[in-house]
């Protein structure tokens, strides 16, 4: 495992040689310990960035295939450099700042959705072993969830200091939409946690012989329609509809400012990829080709079906958005806890001696996951999700000049 | 211990993004639900009706390419009739005939732009729209062709039309209307079976028959409703009465329904295109009209089915040559009578889907 191409452990690689040169000059400890944590964090750096650009790119010149045009072509090959010719021109824009709006609040807003957004990275296994993550936390999943909801304060705080009232509507709209989606998505994780027993991100990857998505295919569903939806995207984009409330919380932002939002935007798509192939696609696993390659394979494959759904798909409206998730996602990830902790249970009580890996469970599951999904629309239709009936409403619409009497007629 | 909550007055335009031109609304919130709602014309307002008392009555074609800047033929139509009926001018058949062929492409293209915009002002990212304006493009290069025009075509004259067809537009018409009633399948099983589209249209904004009739709203909004009112079947101008089409008409009069009865039109105009083609005969395309007409006194008033509704021009002549009344009926502006009605008790994506149903450029409301 010693190839170049292994870019992944030369992260590794580089940490620990660089630790140990620093040991054997005699530093004290606790600096050896902040300049291991500096080099781990520009090379967490370098890999977000590469990527981030990449996905705009891709962004771009997928949605335009979508969409019959050829998208960006200009900047250097396939119009690779669009991303920078976008980032030089967001750099040399004014900064505007609303009259009465607050500009402390204005300024921070950006910041903590940046930051909130990078955080995130540090539990994530981009390699094999404890030295493929940058802090392999025993509490990993539990840090992303923690980290990945901070990000809500960033869009309350710029919807609020913008002095802007669509900007308001739509930091109001974040908060509900982002708090009652992290309640399923939650449950989601939990069925993964119960069948590894542990919540350490690269334990996690460790246990996966098969992807998780085969033992959990309601988690995995539930956790991806959350993740949309956490990631202001089509057709769960209520916080930054253009149509409705013009850009949303960021309405007021330009510049640089502007720029923080639409990466740290791009940065949780990439952490969300990154978590969905973690749990669900047995992350940096794959057969015969190197780690690097099945990972950026996997994590690409999860973004371009994240573009297919916002280039096909209409924005719902936010009581609907709301509606789907406290009575559609949230019993059904409660059902999917419950089923996951008896198969469990069953599994450790009786059946670990049969075979090293419950394969029954992915028939079992998938036959639930397919039976709740449409018992349970049946039920949401009636709880009042979904599209109106409008057979009542023709009803009253009949009398007078309707549908059966003709009015003026030819 | 009660909350008091104020209401939360919100301003939608005049510059917004699917306002389609400088519409304003000004729409009282409680939390997202609508209210109150008041909205403002005139940002576009450029005094086209007095301007036109100033004018021959040749130049003034050119205005009405403006009205609705979408559909120029259909405004140049309803515009060039009411002259003919004003000055007595009998249209030779092949005008005729190539009238009611540009205005049913002009009401194609329009639907497919209406369509599209509707689609992209319910959230989806541009796509749809992109696919319809492909077809629209092919139109457009069709009408290119014969008046060399993309846009503000001015191509009907007082007595017929300013150039006849080139000897390519009729295979390039009929290799359209041969692959058209496919990619109308195409997008309304896209559109029309998606979730969410219905989730978002269907029993929102619904507009009753007798309000509809009451507030004199036309075209597809009215149909929609469940009236069986078009002014081609009604009081058939043109030629009509010669060919064999339907009449979409709605149930409820949500959006749904809109959005139904204009893939249903494009599909009809795509049988009286076929029938047209079929029917059109040689002959002269323009009446002998004197170049500076002068009607007699009196007055008249035309009407055409465009694609929002009746389109009328009402003309008084004092024996000038300008006309000395220029009065548009608009059908956009009486269909946009009815928005607060139909949108209050609605929250805000529901308001921007029911004025993008309602289908208006405000070249036409403002005028």
């Known amino acids: 495992m010693n190839h170049w191409y292994y870019f992944v452990d030369l992260f590794a ?33 370098l890999f977000v960035f590469p990527l981030v650009m990449l996905f705009i790119w891709m962004e771009r010149r997928f949605i335009a295939r979508f969409q019959l045009r050829p998208g960006p072509n200009r900047c250097g090959p396939l119009g690779l450099f669009q991303p920078v010719a976008d980032a030089i021109k ?18 921070i807003a950006p910041v903590i959705m940046f930051f909130a957004a990078l955080m995130i990275f540090a539990v994530f ?10 802090a392999d936390l025993n509490i990993g999943i539990l840090y992303v969830i923690a980290i990945g909801s901070l990000g809500v304060i960033g869009i309350f705080m710029a919807g609020w ?19 009652s989606y992290e309640v399923p998505m939650v449950l989601a994780i939990v069925g993964v946690v119960l069948i590894v027993g542990s919540l350490q991100m690269s334990e996690i990857v460790g246990k996966q012989t098969v992807p998780f998505i085969l033992l959990q295919p309601l988690g995995f569903l539930i956790y991806f329609i959350g993740a949309i939806t956490e990631l202001n995207r089509s057709p769960m984009d209520m916080i930054e509809a253009d149509s409705e409330i013009v850009a949303g919380y960021f309405t007021e932002y330009s510049g640089m400012k502007f720029a923080m939002f639409y990466l740290a935007e791009y940065i949780n798509t990439l952490a969300i990829a990154i978590i969905v192939t973690t749990l669900f696609l047995s992350g940096w696993k794959g057969p015969f080709l190197p780690v690097w390659f099945w990972f950026v394979f996997k994590v690409l494959a999860v973004f371009l079906f994240l573009l297919w759904m916002r ?24 059902i999917n806890v419950f089923i996951t902790a008896g198969e469990v249970l069953v599994w450790d009580t009786w059946m670990s001696g049969w075979t090293s890996f419950p394969w029954p469970f992915i028939f079992v599951n998938f036959a639930i996951a397919a039976v709740l ?27 007078g000049y309707g549908a059966d009497s003709q009015a003026p007629v030819s | 211990m009660e909350l008091k909550t104020q209401p939360f007055v919100l301003n939608i335009g005049p510059s917004h993004p699917s306002t389609h031109g400088v519409f304003r609304m000004r729409v009282t919130l409680d939390g997202e639900v609508i209210v109150d709602l008041e909205p403002m014309f005139g940002y576009l307002h450029r005094g086209m009706e007095k301007l036109a008392e100033g004018r021959t009555y040749t130049q003034n074609i050119p205005f009405t390419d403006r009205l609705d800047y979408v559909t120029p033929m259909l405004n140049n139509l309803a515009y060039v009739q009411a002259v003919e009926k004003l ?39 541009m796509t749809p729209l992109l696919y319809m304006w492909r077809e629209r493009e092919k139109l457009v290069d069709l009408f290119e062709m014969v008046c060399g025009q993309r846009l503000t075509f001015n191509y009907m004259r007082i007595g017929g039309v300013s150039h006849d067809i080139p000897p390519e537009f009729l295979p390039a018409l009929k290799k359209f209307l041969k692959e058209m009633p496919g990619f109308i399948d195409e997008y309304d099983q896209l559109l029309a079976t998606n979730e969410v589209l219905l989730m978002r249209t269907k029993g929102v904004g619904i507009l009753p ?19 069986k009112w078009d002014i081609r079947k009604a009081d058939p101008y043109l030629v009509y009465d010669r060919f064999d089409f339907d009449i979409p008409i709605g149930t409820v009069g949500d959006v749904y329904d809109r959005y139904r009865v204009r893939i249903e039109e494009m599909r009809q105009s795509v049988r009286i295109l076929e029938q047209a083609i079929e029917q059109l005969p040689q002959g002269d395309i323009c009446a002998k009209v004197p170049n500076l007409l002068r009607p007699p006194k009196g007055e008249a008033y035309a009407r055409v089915e465009s694609q929002t509704g009746e389109l009328g021009f009402y003309l008084v002549s004092d024996g000038s040559i300008a006309p000395y009344r220029w009065r548009v009926r608009s059908p956009e502006l009486l269909n946009l009578t009815v928005l607060r009605e139909i949108s209050l008790g609605w929250k805000i994506a529901d308001l921007i889907a029911i004025f993008a149903s309602i289908d208006i450029a405000l070249g036409e409301v403002d005028r």
């Not at chain 1, 296994?125 to 940058?134: L, N, R």
């Not at chain 1, 930091?171 to 708090?179: D, E, F, H, N, S």
């Not at chain 1, 280039?311 to 409660?334: C, G, H, N, Y």
């Not at chain 1, 999904?373 to 009398?399: C, M, P, T």
Request: charged share 20%.
């Open chain 1, 90 to 107: 967001i750099l040399v824009k004014e900064l505007i700042m609303p009259a009465k709006g607050d500009s402390l609040v204005h300024w």
């Open chain 1, 125 to 134: 296994p981009i390699g094999k072993g404890s030295m493929g993550v940058f």
């Open chain 2, 209 to 227: 028959a007798d309000v509809a009739i009451n507030a004199s709203c036309s075209g597809p909004m009215l149909r929609a409703s469940g009236v």
């Open chain 2, 87 to 125: 000055a007595g001018i009998k249209v030779p058949e092949r005008a005729e005939y190539l009238r009611v062929i540009m205005s049913e492409m002009m009401r194609i293209a329009k639907h497919l732009l209406s369509i599209g915009f509707f689609t992209n002002d319910l959230g989806a990212m």
């Open chain 1, 13 to 45: 690689k580089v940490r620990t040689t660089l630790v140990e040169w620093l040991q054997s000059v005699d530093l004290p400890s606790s600096l050896i310990i902040f300049i291991d944590s500096i080099i781990g964090i520009i090379l967490i750096l």
């Open chain 1, 311 to 334: 280039a096909t798909l209409i924005r719902l409206r936010i009581d609907q958005v709301m509606a789907f998730s406290w009575k559609f996602l949230l019993p059904m990830a409660l």
């Open chain 1, 161 to 179: 200091a913008s002095n802007n009232k669509y900007s308001l509507i739509g930091a109001m709209r974040g908060v509900a939409q982002l708090i």
């Open chain 1, 373 to 399: 999904i449409i018992v349970w629309a049946k039920v949401f239709f009636k709880l009042g999700g979904g599209r109106v009936e409008v057979g009542r409403l023709r009803a009253r619409n009949s009398q």
